[in-house]
């Protein structure tokens, strides 16, 4: 069965997909541009809902003493290895909102993103009136590239990535998509009902739901 993933994978990754006897192509959709920024002013809790984010503030900033709250298992696993204290970490975007207005209703933030982004967490903290330092570092530049190979599966990480596909292709009417998070599902959903969303917003889970599908279907 032959998968085309959406992104650069890790050769880790793409060795646990080849071991299931699957052949992949990574493409990469989308790129990151980096955007000036300052850091005058900073809150001393701080959001990070992408590893994008994290990456790009700590290899240009020293941050000291301050909270993190994070999204995903990778930014939070990226965060530590920098030495930052991680609060908490949520599954998505919406569940650290939740978290955030119930705990730490009177705290401020600062929350470094893409200037493509949900609004769940922005919307949350307005409806609530907390106050939140919206500080864009990168910008989401889409990438894209026709595919004529036939596959199997099409995996996307990101709502981004789905646009950018399509914008130079049709879904294959064979094909079905597995999605890393709901949000993205919800990009793909408008142009296909072919696609599974991982339980779990990690690569582990999104191979569950290959395994599960083309042992199914194979």
Not at 1 to 25: D, P, W, Y
Not at 121 to 149: G, S
Request: hydrophobic fraction near 40%.
């Amino acid at each position: 069965m032959r998968l085309l993933v959406t992104k650069k994978i890790s050769l880790a990754f793409k060795e646990r997909l080849l071991h299931q006897g699957f052949s992949v192509i990574d493409f990469p959709f989308i790129s990151i541009k980096p955007l000036p920024y300052t850091l005058d002013n900073i809150e001393s809790h701080l959001i990070f809902t992408s590893q994008n984010a994290v990456r790009i503030l700590l290899q240009e900033s020293q941050l000291t003493q301050k909270k993190c709250f994070c999204v995903g298992e990778k930014t939070k696993l990226l965060l530590e290895e920098n030495g930052q204290k991680v609060i908490k970490m949520a599954q998505n975007s919406s569940e650290l909102a939740h978290f955030l207005i119930k705990n730490y209703k009177n705290e401020r933030f600062s929350f470094f993103c893409g200037k493509r982004r949900m609004p769940d967490l922005e919307m949350h903290f307005k409806t609530h009136e907390m106050a939140l330092q919206v500080i864009p570092i990168y910008e989401t530049l889409l990438n894209p590239h026709r595919m004529d190979a036939e596959v199997a599966g099409i995996l996307f990480y990101s709502p981004s990535a789905v646009e950018s596909f399509f914008m130079e292709n049709k879904w294959p009417q064979k094909a079905y998509g597995f999605c890393l998070g709901n949000s993205t599902a919800d990009a793909l959903k408008a142009h296909t009902s072919q696609y599974y969303v991982a339980l779990q917003p990690n690569e582990s889970a999104l191979l569950v739901q290959l395994k599960k599908h083309f042992s199914t279907y194979a």
